[in-house]
């Protein structure tokens, strides 16, 4: 019950933009509409847009020069009012309408043409599309609102002529009205709007706060001032819905208010339906019938969803995959079939020997977190990786498997391995496997000093039962060549000792 | 005799013509569709490649349109590479259009750079509800340096398969870009004193977070140098970004991002998303902003004027700007933009 009272505080700017331009557009929709020209706003839109880009390409930055971009878009705009205004023909032997889809059309393509050369991208394009209405700050809906009020002014002032020649053109001219200049007039303030209002709220919510109330209202009655209330009344309701049902749901602001904005259509359309209808009996049905139709290809559309794979055999297919991340990901994934294991080891296994680096290292992890000796034969040669980041895995996962059969391939890669810090942690891997060989192959590497001969002491040191002061090389040495034939390891501390 | 003199003349001009002709034929044309997959293939490559990459790097590289002129470019390469993991995807109409059988998939003109590269936020469910932009995990990879050793070394390895008559130079190249690298990330000084197989060893006790504690413990800290020593500067710092570009230098470099601006790219995010960056920020106390050259600024300029934070513009591709025309230099570039906005 509070849901259905509260506002969030931080949507009321939002709202607030949706407002004003439903103020504006249920009103320039009623003349265009009247005038059959349905896209001019999508037309003078993409103009804006084409402005800005343009503007771009001349080295204006976005973010930057606002007010030159503004005015770019603008002088734009305007020039396509002063195109559309020359246009419109007696008679119509052109469809206005037929010009303007031309217009929208070449707009748009020398705005994709001006954006390949531009840093913008395609990305532009989609803001043109969507709008950015969710960021939109308290300055700027105010100061629309204002530039707004001064066009509203400006049209209730001249709404007699306005009106005329939306309206009734012809008659219009028959009275001495100069059509051209009021239809130039009328277009510029309409392009004027539609620049502002696209950097708002996008292309598409504007069409929809433009052309939807307008037909709705029309459906409903016939005075101008009717309908302008109605659309007004229904676009200020649609919107607050609209802006409190995308917070409540999480849903994307303006695609929301558009769909909400087509079912009041339906709503308005069912009424006239009904009441227009000589038998109300029969409309019923016919509606029922409707519904049924609809109904029933949703059904049909939900019917033909694509089937999920068994998610082991997904999981199988995947580990043959094209692409590495993918096996990767289907290596990190096996561990949760563990009835199956038998089936899929001998997979994990081939994986081994992958052709990228990351998925042998996936394969080694999972072979280890298994703890599973039997694939340890195709785990020695990967102590030759060329990666050593795999190298080092593989050190590990010997670490934890504890199989000893592993020493000898130890101690020959060891001796062999260039990388010091390696070798070290080769020489490591043996000695904590418990093999004594390692020791003179470590007592060499301190011998050859550096920086990694001080390393090599203190792992040893780690793995020595008595105890050896930092540094005290002379005295390990001389315990080694005491002891070296009665050494014995302790696998519960993992350290060698004297017998 | 002058007769004589001017067919001399000819024919040699024709022949200084045609071995020229002959030692530029002799140059690998290498396509990349991003710059700084350009940039280290001509590191690699030296004299013997010509490079040239598809996409502006002003552009954000998801989303690139092919243009004829690009399959023009791809018709006559002899090898072709793509950062791949779901960020150019692009490239695959430019292949299609190309009508050149050596650069297809599967084939050694073709080489997907990032092989090899530990790919982060790989999707954890196998499922067709992916549905995401980054289903093969993040691919801005590039940003770690230490990824573009691994990328260095695949490309490397692919030109000494396809002119292995080269395979020394390529070596060679190779192991002097990346000694480059490895200077740039740890300083000349200490790579020196590790000596031989440094940038290996260094690598790998980054990789396992374990560098600092090793160089303490045998007395080196004070000699590390380079970017790792810079980034002490942003380390820790909590910063956000727009979309999430910057994973990899993060980690890197240890810059704490805290989250982003975009919910899913592409789809404007629902009201409570956006109100829950403006409360992450308050809380975290988020002082920059990270928004990359190419996405609009509305988003962090509402966050900004909510929060008081300070929107950053950065570039993410060499050559996209003056001062990032090097790998090299574009690392070092976002490092100071960065702290330049925390200080």
Sequence with gaps: ?499 | MRKLFLLIVTVSFCLIGLSQGLLAQKKMKVVTTLGYLKYVTEQVGGDRVNVTALANPKQDPHYVTPTPRMNEVANGADFFIENGLSLDLWAKNVLDASGNPRIQPGNPGHLVATINVPVKELPTEISRAWGDIHPQGNPHVWLDPLNVRIIAENIANRLKQLDPSNSDYYQKQLDDFRYRIDVALYGEELMKIIGKKAGDILTRKTRNDELLEWLKSRKLDNKLGGWMKTSARIAGQKVLSYHKTYIYFADRFGLNIVGELEEKPGIPPPPQYRDAVVELIKREGVKVILNDNFYSRDAADYVASKTGAKVVITYVDVGASEDTQTYENLITFLLDQIAAALA
Excluded at chain 1, 459 to 476: C, E, I, N, T
């Design chain 1, 1 to 499: 019950m509070e849901q259905i009272f509260y506002f969030p505080e931080t949507m009321i700017w939002p709202l607030l933009a949706c407002l004003v331009l439903t103020g504006i557009h249920v009103y320039l929709g009623v003349h265009v509409i009247a005038r059959k020209v349905i896209f001019v706003d999508l037309a003078l839109a993409q103009i804006a847009a084409l402005g800005t880009v343009t503007g771009v390409l001349l080295g204006y930055e976005v973010g930057k020069d606002i007010n030159q971009l503004y005015l770019y878009s603008l002088a734009f705009t305007f020039f396509g009012a002063f195109v559309f205004s020359m246009t419109r023909m007696r008679g119509e032997k052109v469809p206005h309408e037929a010009i303007i889809g031309i217009v929208y059309a070449v707009a748009f393509a020398t705005t994709i043409l001006v954006l390949a050369r531009s840093p913008l991208g395609p990305l532009e394009l989609d803001r043109i599309i969507k709008g950015e209405l969710l960021w939109v700050r308290s300055n700027l809906v105010i100061k629309t609102a204002v530039l707004y009020s001064v066009v509203g002014a400006f049209h209730y002032i001249f709404r007699k002529r306005f009106i005329a020649i939306s309206v009734h053109p012809e008659k219009a001219e028959q009275d001495g009205i100069n059509v051209r200049l009021w239809d130039f007039l009328f277009y510029m303030s309409f392009g004027f709007v539609i620049t502002s209002s696209v950097a708002i709220a996008g292309v598409f919510l504007v069409f929809s706060y433009l052309v939807i109330p307008a037909v709705g209202a029309m459906l409903l009655a016939e005075k101008i001032s009717t309908r302008l209330i109605i659309g007004w009344v229904g676009g200020a309701i649609i919107s607050f819905i609209g802006v409190k049902l995308s917070w409540h749901t999480g849903l994307p602001t303006s695609p929301l208010i558009v769909c909400l904005l087509a079912v009041t259509l339906v709503v308005a359309a069912v009424i006239r339906y009904l009441r227009v209808a000589p038998n109300w009996r029969r409309a019923v049905l016919n509606l029922l019938a409707s519904a049924v139709v609809f109904g029933l290809f949703c059904a049909g559309v939900l019917f033909f969803a694509k089937r999920e794979e068994d998610p082991y055999e997904h999981t199988v297919h995947m580990l043959e995959s094209k692409l590495a991340t993918d096996r990767t990901v289907a290596i990190g994934k096996l561990g949760s079939f563990p009835d199956r294991k038998n089936e899929w080891l001998p997979l994990l296994v081939k994986r081994l020997s992958d052709d990228d680096a990351e998925v042998r290292k996936a394969a080694i992890v999972e072979i280890a977190d298994l703890k599973d000796r039997t694939a340890t034969p195709q785990l020695i040669p990967l102590l030759h990786d060329p990666s050593s980041d795999v190298r080092d895995k593989v050190l590990k996962a010997f670490r934890v498997l504890g199989d000893t059969s592993v020493v000898t391939s130890l101690i020959t890669s060891g001796n062999q391995e260039e990388d010091p810090e390696m070798k070290i942690e080769i020489l490591e891997t043996a000695l904590e496997l418990g093999d004594a060989r390692a020791i003179p192959a470590f007592i060499e590497t301190i011998n050859a000093g550096g920086l990694f001969g001080g390393d090599a002491f203190d792992q040893l040191q780690r793995h020595l039962d008595p105890k050896f002061k930092s540094g005290d090389v002379a005295g390990l040495k001389k315990w080694w060549q005491e002891n070296r034939n009665r050494i014995e390891f302790d696998p519960q501390t993992k350290r060698f000792g004297a017998r």
